[in-house]
T-cell receptor
Framework: KNQVEQSPQSLIILEGKNCTLQ??????????LRWYKQDTGRGPVSLTI?????NTKSNGRYTATLDADTKQSSLHITASQLSDSASYIC?????????????FGRGTQLTVWP | EADIYQTPRYLVIGTGKKITLECSQT?????MYWYQQDPGMELHLIHY???????EKGDLSSESTVSRIRTEHFPLTLESARPSHTSQYLC?????????????FGSGTQLSVL
Protein backbone atom coordinates (compact mmCIF):
# COMPACT_ATOMS: atom_id res chain seq x y z
CA LYS A 1 0.00 0.00 0.00
CA ASN A 2 1.39 3.37 -1.00
CA GLN A 3 1.89 5.53 2.06
CA VAL A 4 3.56 8.71 3.25
CA GLU A 5 4.57 8.88 6.91
CA GLN A 6 5.77 12.05 8.59
CA SER A 7 7.55 12.56 11.88
CA PRO A 8 7.36 14.01 14.37
CA GLN A 9 3.61 14.57 14.51
CA SER A 10 4.23 17.86 16.33
CA LEU A 11 7.25 19.91 17.30
CA ILE A 12 7.84 22.97 19.48
CA ILE A 13 11.02 25.01 19.08
CA LEU A 14 12.27 28.42 20.18
CA GLU A 15 12.57 31.27 17.74
CA GLY A 16 15.95 31.32 16.04
CA LYS A 17 16.57 27.59 16.40
CA ASN A 18 16.87 25.12 13.54
CA CYS A 19 14.72 22.02 13.07
CA THR A 20 14.36 19.05 10.73
CA LEU A 21 11.15 17.34 9.72
CA GLN A 22 11.10 13.81 8.32
CA UNK A 23 9.10 12.12 5.59
CA UNK A 24 9.26 8.40 4.70
CA UNK A 25 7.31 7.01 1.78
CA UNK A 26 6.55 3.70 0.15
CA UNK A 27 5.04 5.13 -3.05
CA UNK A 28 6.18 3.30 -6.15
CA UNK A 29 6.83 4.13 -8.87
CA UNK A 30 8.09 7.52 -7.77
CA UNK A 31 7.85 10.74 -9.73
CA UNK A 32 8.42 13.63 -7.38
CA LEU A 33 8.19 14.73 -3.76
CA ARG A 34 6.75 18.03 -2.61
CA TRP A 35 6.78 19.90 0.67
CA TYR A 36 3.93 22.25 1.47
CA LYS A 37 3.41 24.74 4.30
CA GLN A 38 -0.14 25.09 5.58
CA ASP A 39 -1.03 27.90 7.96
CA THR A 40 -4.00 27.28 10.24
CA GLY A 41 -7.25 27.73 8.36
CA ARG A 42 -5.53 28.28 5.01
CA GLY A 43 -4.67 26.20 1.97
CA PRO A 44 -1.23 24.59 1.54
CA VAL A 45 1.49 26.60 -0.19
CA SER A 46 4.27 24.91 -2.14
CA LEU A 47 7.79 25.13 -0.68
CA THR A 48 9.82 22.71 -2.82
CA ILE A 49 9.37 20.07 -5.50
CA UNK A 50 12.07 17.43 -6.08
CA UNK A 51 12.28 14.83 -8.81
CA UNK A 52 14.09 11.50 -8.68
CA UNK A 53 17.38 12.99 -9.83
CA UNK A 54 17.49 15.81 -7.27
CA ASN A 55 18.77 15.24 -3.75
CA THR A 56 18.55 18.76 -2.34
CA LYS A 57 16.58 21.93 -3.02
CA SER A 58 16.43 25.19 -1.12
CA ASN A 59 13.83 27.90 -0.83
CA GLY A 60 15.13 30.64 1.43
CA ARG A 61 15.49 29.24 4.95
CA TYR A 62 13.88 25.95 3.87
CA THR A 63 16.09 23.13 2.54
CA ALA A 64 14.64 19.84 1.43
CA THR A 65 16.65 16.67 0.87
CA LEU A 66 15.66 13.48 -0.90
CA ASP A 67 17.16 10.00 -0.78
CA ALA A 68 15.25 8.05 -3.41
CA ASP A 69 17.10 4.83 -2.53
CA THR A 70 15.90 4.79 1.07
CA LYS A 71 12.68 6.63 0.19
CA GLN A 72 13.27 9.34 2.75
CA SER A 73 13.05 13.11 2.64
CA SER A 74 13.70 15.81 5.19
CA LEU A 75 12.82 19.48 5.44
CA HIS A 76 15.33 21.59 7.34
CA ILE A 77 14.28 25.02 8.62
CA THR A 78 17.09 27.39 9.54
CA ALA A 79 16.86 30.25 12.04
CA SER A 80 13.16 29.70 12.69
CA GLN A 81 10.74 32.61 12.90
CA LEU A 82 7.34 32.91 14.55
CA SER A 83 5.76 32.90 11.09
CA ASP A 84 7.14 29.39 10.50
CA SER A 85 4.45 28.07 12.88
CA ALA A 86 2.33 25.92 10.59
CA SER A 87 1.71 22.38 9.42
CA TYR A 88 4.31 21.04 6.97
CA ILE A 89 2.97 18.43 4.58
CA CYS A 90 4.96 15.94 2.52
CA UNK A 91 3.31 14.89 -0.77
CA UNK A 92 4.58 12.17 -3.10
CA UNK A 93 3.50 11.73 -6.72
CA UNK A 94 3.72 8.47 -8.62
CA UNK A 95 4.48 8.17 -12.29
CA UNK A 96 1.89 7.92 -14.97
CA UNK A 97 -0.09 10.79 -16.37
CA UNK A 98 1.08 14.32 -15.71
CA UNK A 99 0.85 15.07 -11.95
CA UNK A 100 0.14 11.36 -11.46
CA UNK A 101 -1.54 10.32 -8.25
CA UNK A 102 -0.74 12.34 -5.14
CA UNK A 103 -0.16 10.74 -1.74
CA PHE A 104 -0.38 13.11 1.22
CA GLY A 105 1.21 12.79 4.63
CA ARG A 106 -0.66 13.95 7.72
CA GLY A 107 1.80 16.75 8.31
CA THR A 108 4.07 17.88 11.13
CA GLN A 109 2.61 20.66 13.25
CA LEU A 110 5.45 23.09 14.03
CA THR A 111 5.09 25.71 16.74
CA VAL A 112 7.75 28.38 17.14
CA TRP A 113 7.81 30.13 20.51
CA PRO A 114 9.36 33.54 21.12
CA GLU B 1 0.77 34.24 -5.12
CA ALA B 2 -1.92 31.81 -6.19
CA ASP B 3 -4.92 33.26 -8.04
CA ILE B 4 -7.45 30.74 -6.83
CA TYR B 5 -10.37 31.82 -4.71
CA GLN B 6 -12.88 30.00 -2.57
CA THR B 7 -16.10 31.30 -1.08
CA PRO B 8 -17.39 31.30 1.51
CA ARG B 9 -14.44 30.99 3.93
CA TYR B 10 -16.72 29.76 6.70
CA LEU B 11 -20.21 28.27 6.53
CA VAL B 12 -22.49 27.05 9.32
CA ILE B 13 -25.73 25.46 8.18
CA GLY B 14 -28.45 23.14 9.39
CA THR B 15 -28.90 19.51 8.42
CA GLY B 16 -30.72 18.93 5.15
CA LYS B 17 -29.77 22.20 3.50
CA LYS B 18 -28.41 22.36 -0.02
CA ILE B 19 -25.11 24.21 -0.33
CA THR B 20 -22.66 25.14 -3.05
CA LEU B 21 -19.00 25.86 -2.38
CA GLU B 22 -17.49 28.15 -4.98
CA CYS B 23 -14.01 27.90 -6.48
CA SER B 24 -12.54 30.11 -9.19
CA GLN B 25 -9.06 30.46 -10.65
CA THR B 26 -7.72 33.09 -13.00
CA UNK B 27 -4.58 31.23 -14.09
CA UNK B 28 -6.21 29.42 -17.03
CA UNK B 29 -5.41 26.02 -15.50
CA UNK B 30 -7.04 23.03 -17.14
CA UNK B 31 -7.00 20.81 -14.07
CA MET B 32 -8.97 21.50 -10.91
CA TYR B 33 -9.49 19.47 -7.75
CA TRP B 34 -11.54 19.31 -4.56
CA TYR B 35 -9.95 17.94 -1.41
CA GLN B 36 -11.45 17.28 2.02
CA GLN B 37 -9.29 17.70 5.11
CA ASP B 38 -10.08 16.95 8.74
CA PRO B 39 -7.86 18.30 11.57
CA GLY B 40 -4.53 16.46 11.81
CA MET B 41 -5.38 14.24 8.88
CA GLU B 42 -4.17 14.00 5.30
CA LEU B 43 -5.98 15.58 2.36
CA HIS B 44 -8.38 13.30 0.52
CA LEU B 45 -9.29 13.83 -3.13
CA ILE B 46 -13.07 13.88 -3.63
CA HIS B 47 -13.43 15.26 -7.18
CA TYR B 48 -11.25 16.39 -10.06
CA UNK B 49 -11.58 17.78 -13.55
CA UNK B 50 -9.17 17.79 -16.48
CA UNK B 51 -11.06 20.46 -18.37
CA UNK B 52 -14.44 21.82 -19.38
CA UNK B 53 -17.23 19.20 -19.19
CA UNK B 54 -14.82 16.73 -17.57
CA UNK B 55 -15.43 15.60 -13.97
CA GLU B 56 -14.32 12.50 -12.11
CA LYS B 57 -14.78 11.13 -8.60
CA GLY B 58 -11.69 10.93 -6.43
CA ASP B 59 -10.53 8.45 -3.84
CA LEU B 60 -12.86 9.43 -1.03
CA SER B 61 -16.49 8.48 -1.36
CA SER B 62 -18.45 11.70 -1.33
CA GLU B 63 -22.11 12.63 -1.54
CA SER B 64 -21.19 15.86 -3.27
CA THR B 65 -21.30 16.68 -6.98
CA VAL B 66 -19.25 19.05 -9.13
CA SER B 67 -19.57 20.74 -12.50
CA ARG B 68 -17.08 22.32 -14.92
CA ILE B 69 -18.91 24.49 -17.38
CA ARG B 70 -16.17 27.10 -17.58
CA THR B 71 -12.41 26.62 -17.29
CA GLU B 72 -12.09 29.02 -14.37
CA HIS B 73 -15.02 27.77 -12.27
CA PHE B 74 -15.39 24.47 -10.38
CA PRO B 75 -18.24 24.57 -7.83
CA LEU B 76 -19.00 21.74 -5.41
CA THR B 77 -22.59 21.05 -4.34
CA LEU B 78 -24.04 19.13 -1.41
CA GLU B 79 -27.73 18.40 -2.05
CA SER B 80 -28.53 17.62 1.59
CA ALA B 81 -25.89 18.48 4.17
CA ARG B 82 -25.32 16.22 7.17
CA PRO B 83 -23.16 16.61 10.30
CA SER B 84 -20.73 14.05 8.80
CA HIS B 85 -19.98 16.61 6.07
CA THR B 86 -18.40 18.94 8.62
CA SER B 87 -14.85 19.44 7.39
CA GLN B 88 -12.51 21.78 5.55
CA TYR B 89 -12.86 21.74 1.77
CA LEU B 90 -9.87 22.80 -0.32
CA CYS B 91 -9.96 23.62 -4.01
CA UNK B 92 -6.80 23.39 -6.12
CA UNK B 93 -5.69 23.81 -9.70
CA UNK B 94 -2.69 22.89 -11.82
CA UNK B 95 -1.45 23.03 -15.38
CA UNK B 96 0.72 20.46 -17.16
CA UNK B 97 2.39 23.40 -18.87
CA UNK B 98 4.10 24.45 -15.62
CA UNK B 99 7.37 22.90 -14.46
CA UNK B 100 6.67 19.79 -12.35
CA UNK B 101 2.99 20.74 -12.59
CA UNK B 102 2.79 22.80 -9.42
CA UNK B 103 -0.45 22.55 -7.47
CA UNK B 104 -2.05 25.77 -6.24
CA PHE B 105 -4.57 25.73 -3.40
CA GLY B 106 -7.32 28.10 -2.39
CA SER B 107 -7.74 29.22 1.22
CA GLY B 108 -10.44 26.65 1.87
CA THR B 109 -14.03 26.62 3.10
CA GLN B 110 -14.61 25.48 6.68
CA LEU B 111 -18.05 23.84 6.70
CA SER B 112 -19.95 23.09 9.88
CA VAL B 113 -23.27 21.23 9.64
CA LEU B 114 -25.38 21.34 12.78
Amino acid sequence: KNQVEQSPQSLIILEGKNCTLQCNYTVSPFSNLRWYKQDTGRGPVSLTIMTFSENTKSNGRYTATLDADTKQSSLHITASQLSDSASYICVVSDRGSTLGRLYFGRGTQLTVWP
Amino acid sequence: EADIYQTPRYLVIGTGKKITLECSQTMGHDKMYWYQQDPGMELHLIHYSYGVNSTEKGDLSSESTVSRIRTEHFPLTLESARPSHTSQYLCASSSPRTTNEKLFFGSGTQLSVL
